[in-house]
């Protein structure tokens, strides 16, 4: 009896633990302590080019060159999208984190509100070449409005609709300029049997379904918080938009279910590049992946991300982006102000844009990503004239995670062979809401 | 634990007593502070990896820890029952939530325990009469317990995948007993799926046990019951069974607190795209924690969850210990 009862405790306090760890400690590299003229910043890269070693090559030699500037030495990480926002919390948590990290610039007034990053005063942004160098729609997702920022823009992203041109041409279609037009076009190019399909969807990627919810939404004309920071998630405009997009593997079925499992972008993008599918939405990123695929820049066009005929709002995408942030408790915040100035510096931005496919963020400059004026000229106008930006508010995380987890589920249900109403979204988006509310 | 570390230094006490009597050389305040001194480390680590994390989990419960306030703990309001509140719910949706996946939990621990002690049973008594090459099967038998549990399970989410898993590359490809390819990850198979990847990780332990247990069992009783006539089947119920039922009591005990709490099997299958039918309780609290950056609600949640297992072990000592005493 009593080695059992020992036994039995020791089980139970362990199944404690494990549990109280889960809030765990991640010992992520903490910057070491300020040893005089060797400094060394701890920065947080995110995933942007083809892969996390792409990354780790492209930035390699930009961080040299900023070690040769300055004396400044840069231990860099470059960390996945599905880890990096709890690679944040934990980070945020235990206060031990980098000195300058990325961010994904639709968490910025959620990671603003936690009070962990430092803000962009008046002195820290001088100390960065002043505010007037980026372009304000781009600056303006650094924070919450009317308050400093706690992030500056990077890189700059928009949605586009890549198809394939000799598929088009094959078929005898035109781009399209409506959403009918693109599901119509979608399903004269899907053949199961060929396996082919009219478009892949990053289906159980929440961070992507949220951005299709928000964009969907949008173009009815529905917001997602109201005034004061309240989640209206169940709004008629909302459940339709989360539907119509539902419904391109439901209803209208130009995805392979399959997609159900495509748990990121990379995933869709490759089944484009690998002319499996005619049609794929996404981030002007993409590019560096269809061409490391093996498909060439003439090969594909992207028109703007299509609203339906007679749209409230013409929205082909969120105000996309990373964001560089830096660590309030960081012990260089000299050095870190000095590696953010270097990073959004005309030469830095320059050099980046054409390997990881972005957008420029300062006033002035020219896309770079691609030769393909067409498709420059495309993204540059989603980016400046049909891009809202997503709700600035502390929970807009919430909205991404619980909104984009309910669409997983959804999608996999339909992928499953079940169907989802319009009365089962309005559900699943009220209990998206209630987690939101329960958090706040 | 805390128990026996305790108990320690009263009992060691008067032989030390005894001890100072006998040599005249012991200096006797060191011989009084020796066994407290010996004993502290383990008390100081005991208390730092156990009990500290223990206590500072069941204070998040009663706090508002939000994102406003994970930069600074100690600003965080004090939120009294309101976090349990939302928790026990049922017709809120996080508390029907929590409900739900309570029930998952429930049923994957009891079918995975079961499958996992027979499966165990079987292949321990299969291997206890000696035969060439059993030390071989044995150690096969043992790999999925000395595989890191990321690689095993993640080679299963490899296996298990729609279109390029080799599961259903076998069934539909090649044997042609399914025609359509199901999805394993998904829908209503995952939890088939959940259910044998943790088999296959904890049914070794299971023999590996009863392997242990079989070899105090002395041979001469199965002599003298195969003499009287007892077949194997007679033999197992009436030796095998009531020999191993001080191991069996602990055994099932670790297997259900085990399963109940496992995190890694849904968490490195499943990913960040979990099916309802997979959502085990303590991932589900995992996600209320992480995704809606609320650790007061995540934590009352896993002290419910604490408290729920502490009634199941007790009930189960109190029970199984009655018995005992009775026969």
Redesign the interface.
């Known amino acids: 009896?009593r080695?059992?009862?020992?036994?039995?405790?020791?089980?139970?306090?362990?199944?404690?633990?494990?549990?109280?760890?889960?809030?765990g400690s991640d010992s992520g590299d903490s910057s070491n302590g300020g040893s005089g003229g060797d400094q060394t910043l701890t920065y947080w890269a995110s995933n942007q080019g083809t892969s996390l070693d792409n990354d780790k090559q492209v930035l390699t030699p930009v961080l040299q060159k900023f070690t040769q500037e300055t004396g400044i030495k840069v231990n860099l990480e470059v960390i996945g999208w599905?880890d990096l926002q709890?690679r944040i919390?934990t980070a945020?948590?235990s206060?031990q984190g980098p000195d300058v990290l990325n961010i994904g610039n639709t968490w910025a007034a959620?990671l603003q509100?936690?009070?962990?990053f430092l803000p962009f005063d008046d002195d820290a942004m001088k100390a960065i070449g002043g505010k007037d160098k980026f372009v304000p729609t781009a600056l303006a997702t650094g924070g919450k409005e009317g308050e400093p920022p706690t992030s500056v823009p990077l890189y700059g992203l928009a949605y586009g609709l890549y198809y394939n041109k000799a598929m088009f041409a094959a078929a005898g279609l035109q781009p399209p300029k409506t959403w009918e037009e693109m599901v119509t076009d979608a399903q004269k190019l899907t053949n199961p049997a060929k396996k082919q399909w009219g478009m892949a969807l990053a289906a159980?990627?929440?961070t992507e379904n949220v951005h299709f919810a928000f964009i969907n939404a949008a173009q009815n004309g529905a917001d997602w918080f109201d005034k004061d920071g309240k989640p209206t998630f169940t709004g008629d405009g909302n459940v339709q938009g989360v539907l119509r997009y539902l419904d391109l593997m439901q209803k209208d079925k130009v995805a392979n279910?399959?997609n159900?499992?495509y748990?990121n972008g990379t995933k869709s993008v490759n089944d484009f590049a690998n002319k499996k599918v005619a049609m794929v939405i996404n981030q002007n990123n993409a590019d560096s992946s269809i061409v490391a695929n093996g498909m060439k820049a003439g090969e594909y066009g992207v028109v703007p991300f299509p609203a339906p005929a007679g749209a409230a709002a013409p929205v082909g995408s969120h105000v996309a982006g990373i964001n560089l942030s830096i660590f309030?408790n960081t012990k260089h915040k000299d050095a870190a102000l000095k590696f953010v100035k270097f990073m959004t510096d005309a030469d830095t931005q320059t050099t980046l844009g054409k390997p990881f496919s972005s957008l420029p963020v300062l006033k002035d400059a020219k896309p770079v990503f691609t030769t393909d004026a067409a498709e420059a000229a495309t993204f540059s106008d989603v980016y400046n004239n049909k891009s809202k930006p997503l709700p600035l508010v502390?929970a807009e995380?919430?909205f991404e995670?619980?909104v984009g987890?309910a669409m997983?589920?959804m999608f996999?249900?339909i992928?499953?062979g079940?169907t989802v109403t319009a009365d089962e979204v309005k559900a699943a988006l009220?209990?998206a809401q209630?987690?939101?509310a329960?958090?706040? | 634990m805390s128990v026996a570390t305790e108990q320690a230094p009263a009992e060691a006490a008067p032989g030390v007593r005894a001890a100072r009597k006998r040599g005249p050389d012991h200096r006797p305040g060191l011989s009084r502070k020796l066994p407290y001194l010996l004993l502290a480390p383990a008390v100081l680590l005991e208390l730092l990896i156990h009990i500290i994390p223990m206590l500072v989990g069941i204070w998040m419960s009663f706090v508002k820890l939000t994102k406003f306030f994970i930069a600074n703990w100690s600003a965080a309001p004090w939120a009294g029952l309101n976090n349990y509140r939302i928790a026990v719910d049922v017709h809120n949706s996080v508390g029907e939530g929590l409900l739900k996946s309570f029930g998952v939990t429930v049923v994957f621990s009891a079918v995975t325990v079961v499958l996992a002690w027979c499966l165990g049973m079987a292949a321990a008594v299969a291997l206890q009469p000696p035969f060439k090459g059993r030390s071989a099967v044995r150690t096969l038998f043992l790999v999925p317990y000395a595989l890191p549990a990321y690689a095993g399970i993640l080679t299963w989410n490899f296996m298990l995948q729609r279109d390029t898993g080799a599961v259903n590359h076998v069934l539909v490809d090649n044997l042609g007993i399914l025609s359509d390819r199901p999805f394993w990850l998904l829908g209503g198979n995952a939890l088939t799926s959940l259910i044998t990847v943790a088999l296959w990780r904890l049914w070794p332990f299971a023999f590996l046990t009863l392997m242990a247990g079989l070899q105090s069992i002395p041979q001469d009783i199965y002599e003298a019951a195969s003499v009287d006539g007892a077949g194997t089947v007679r033999q197992w119920r009436n030796i095998t069974l009531p020999s191993l039922r001080p191991v069996n009591l602990v055994l099932v005990l670790v297997l259900f607190l085990w399963t109940f709490s496992d995190f890694n099997t849904p968490y490195v299958l499943f990913g960040t795209a979990q099916p309802p039918a997979g959502d085990l309780i303590t991932f589900h609290i995992y996600n209320a924690s992480f995704l809606t950056w609320n650790f007061g609600s995540g934590a009352a949640m896993s002290v419910l969850l604490l408290i729920f297992l502490m009634i199941v072990t007790g009930a189960y000592l109190a029970v199984t210990g009655r018995r005992s005493r009775r026969a």
Do not use: E, F, H, W
């Open positions: 009896m080695l059992r009862s020992l036994v039995a405790a020791a089980a139970v306090s362990a199944l404690g633990i494990s549990l109280a760890a889960c809030g599905n709890t919390q945020t948590t206060g959620s509100a936690t009070g962990a159980g990627s929440y279910p399959s159900a499992q748990d309030k502390p995380d919430q995670s619980t987890k997983n589920s996999a249900k992928a499953t079940g009220k209990t209630d987690q939101v329960a958090g706040s």
